[in-house]
């Protein structure tokens, strides 16, 4: 990989919202000139706008490529060289039909919800009227809310919203080329960057790709390493956000940049109507979350006059801009400022002094005052709800880092996670369900020969017989069997993963793992749905239950052929 590949690379996924991504750490070579190994948010992310399919970063913990792996680097994993676990060496077109299992799904099986739980009834000897009420089939759709731990929605005292891509949804590729186009300017015209980067297109369905070579053409790269280029881009993207190169255009027409979503305006309603406090936490400035405020609750763009009102602010009950999350979340030090919503100026306040000054009551008090700020921390939101457990706080934002790691880790507040990409690839996975179901059968029909091999070896050993054309001929058997299932498990798990993206395959998983992506999600994120309307479309009384999960001996023996061995009883 050259310089100013890897320059395209990188500068493509940095404008991505998905920043929250965290690529494990990885070497490469180009050349003399070594790559430094890090694991920076969004190093290697990527995605298919267009299909709204996320193209994840942790898909380069598969085995790289022979020509880019480091000498030293080891590894006891069963991945082999164009085998089961490798995918981003291959590509294969992922609309393809199946070439080795057929995967149709013929409907959804349309016995009684009564028929289905009957042997479970009768079991527990129950009689439940509401079963016969029930469809014929559970319906499941990307509007769920998916739950990783259990949650009471009657429990919590408050939920709080992100904004950018969380409340305010994007257009996509428009908005992400406003940051893209915004870094190039600046890495040529502020950081010297040679004038080929500004030749760079922002391709939404792939990564970038370039054909230009560094082999000392330009000196100002040579002398950079890949972990400066990377934080160069990254200040220039996050400079973008800033000085108004992004916002001001979305601004000026947000009719072009920014989603509608009817069920706004009726889920904060909804929350604070049942008593529960509402909050707005996020890194945009008052005169940008005013502007997207606004157009949200109106569903349109409003005249000055209309803005300044910021009628908005009546679905919340605190609103906080400009708080550098994650360090919001993090650092007791952070100042608290009030906003002026007429003119967006700042005021002084002592915060957590003040409230504790005005006595009882003195949260409420120091709200009726004002409910915009700038800046803070966590202690400041706290004191201002008047909450004391963080797990009475749900936190629903975009970002996996800044939004749900942080918050869950450091403050015990429980978290949503809101994925765009869930719709496309839950899509994807119902039509693969019957490859997935083959490819599973054929790992446990490999995991038998495994068993068998040993059973076999254990037996020899006990014999006390010398090898023979027998026994060679038995293992042999084994061995030949299971590299014809692993040569066949190589091309099916390829073409499953390639129907989610042609190169990067399925989101949540690398390989037959968790992806680094969904472990985090899985460990980190409450709850997870494709939208932060979806929370309004359940009953208050909504308690979120997880689907249970299993260690692999539990999982192994629940298989219906499986019988358990209780050697304590021999």
């Known amino acids: 990989m050259t310089v100013l590949q890897f320059l395209a690379m990188a500068l493509l996924p940095m404008v991505s919202w998905s920043l929250s991504i965290k690529s494990s750490p990885f070497n490469c070579r180009t050349g003399n000139k070594a790559c430094r190994s890090f694991s920076h948010p969004a190093f290697l992310a990527g995605r298919d706008t267009s ?8 898909r380069i913990n598969q085995k790289l490529h022979a020509s880019q792996q480091p000498e030293e680097m080891t590894s006891s994993y069963d991945i082999d060289d164009e085998a089961e676990q490798t995918l981003a060496t291959r590509v294969v077109n992922g609309d393809a039909p199946h070439t080795i299992y057929d995967d149709a799904i013929n409907g959804y099986n349309q016995a009684s919800a009564s028929e289905r739980y009957a042997s479970t009834l009768e079991q527990f000897s129950l009689t439940l009227p509401t079963v016969s009420n029930l469809p ?35 257009q996509q590729p428009a908005f992400d080329k406003l940051a893209f186009d915004g870094a190039k300017e600046k890495l040529v015209h502020s950081l010297g960057y040679p004038v080929e980067v500004l030749n760079f297109e922002y391709d939404h369905t792939y990564w970038v790709r370039v054909e230009l070579k560094d082999y000392g053409e330009h000196d100002f790269l040579d002398e950079k390493t890949y972990e400066e280029i990377y934080r160069h881009i990254r200040e220039c993207v996050d400079l973008c956000h800033r000085d108004g190169v992004i916002k001001d255009e979305v601004a ?49 763009k409003v005249d000055m006059e209309t803005q300044t009102r910021n009628e908005w602010l009546e679905l919340f009950d605190l609103v906080v801009v400009g708080s550098c999350k994650p360090a919001y979340l993090t650092d007791p030090y952070l100042n608290l400022f009030r906003v002026v919503p007429e003119n967006g100026s700042l005021r002084n306040t002592d915060g957590l002094f003040e409230i504790e000054a005005l006595g009882e009551n003195g949260a409420q008090k120091f709200l009726e005052i004002g409910k915009t700020f700038q800046g803070g921390n966590w202690n400041h939101l706290q004191a201002m709800l008047d909450i004391e457990a963080g797990e009475e706080i749900l936190y629903v934002g975009d970002h996996l880092y800044a939004d749900v790691l942080r918050s869950k880790r450091a403050l015990g507040w429980r978290s949503c996670f809101i994925m765009p990409e869930l719709p496309e690839e839950m899509r994807i996975f119902e039509k693969q369900l019957g490859l997935r179901k083959a490819i599973m059968e054929l790992r446990n029909l490999r995991q038998e020969f495994s068993q068998y091999s040993d059973m076999l070896t254990r037996k020899f050993e006990s014999s006390g017989e010398e090898m023979n054309e027998d026994w060679e001929r038995q293992f042999l058997q084994i061995e030949d069997d299971d590299a014809i299932i692993k040569e066949k498990l190589a091309d099916a798990n ?33 709850l997870y749905t494709s939208k932060a309307t979806n929370l309004g479309q359940t009953a208050m009384t909504k308690s979120y239950r997880t689907s249970g999960e299993l260690l692999p001996h539990d999982n192994d023996m629940k298989d219906e052929f499986v019988v358990f061995v209780d050697e304590g009883d021999a």
Not at 141 to 164: H, I, Q, W, Y
Not at 253 to 267: A, F, I, N, Q, R
Not at 494 to 515: I, K, N, T
Request: hydrophobic content about 35%.
């Open 51 to 58: 299909k709204k399919v996320f193209v994840p970063s942790s």
């Open 494 to 526: 390829l073409e499953y993963h390639s129907a989610f993206h042609p190169r990067w395959g399925q989101m949540f998983v690398a390989g037959y793992q968790d992806s680094r992506f969904g472990y985090f999600v899985k460990n980190y994120a409450c």
């Open 136 to 170: 014929s089939s559970r319906p499941i759709s990307p509007n769920d809310v998916f739950c990783n731990r259990e949650l009471k929605l009657d429990t919590l005292k408050a939920v709080g919203f992100d904004m950018d891509y969380t409340l305010a949804q994007y």
């Open 252 to 300: 000026r027409d947000p009719e072009k940049y920014l989603v509608l979503d009817k069920g706004l305006v009726p889920m904060l309603k909804k929350f604070r109507e049942n008593g529960v406090k509402v909050f707005l936490l996020t890194n945009s400035y008052w005169e940008y979350t005013s502007t997207a405020m606004n157009y949200l609750f109106h569903e349109k």
